[in-house]
């Protein structure tokens, strides 16, 4: 992720999703669980390096609005 979105996105990730959830869904820890979910999810090179190791060939990705999220393309081998 770009450094100068980390904290605003953090920001928005913890303190304004959750309370959103709240208020549209009555679930404000399913939105806190989103949240803690990415933070576990590999790394964009982990994950590239993890769809090597499984036999996937040509593996690249391509940030999307900053880093927020990325798309990750192999072929199968």
């Not at 996105?9 to 989103?34: K, Q």
């Amino acid at each position: 992720m770009a450094k100068p979105l980390e904290k605003a996105y953090d920001w928005y990730s913890f303190s304004v999703l959750p309370r959103l959830g709240r208020m549209v869904a009555g679930d404000a820890s399913s939105y806190r669980y989103l949240a803690e979910s990415i933070r576990m999810h590999p790394g964009q090179q982990e994950l590239k390096a993890m769809m090597k190791t499984s036999g996937f060939g040509h593996v690249d990705y391509h940030n999307l609005t900053g880093g927020v999220a990325a798309l990750h393309v192999a072929i199968k081998c």
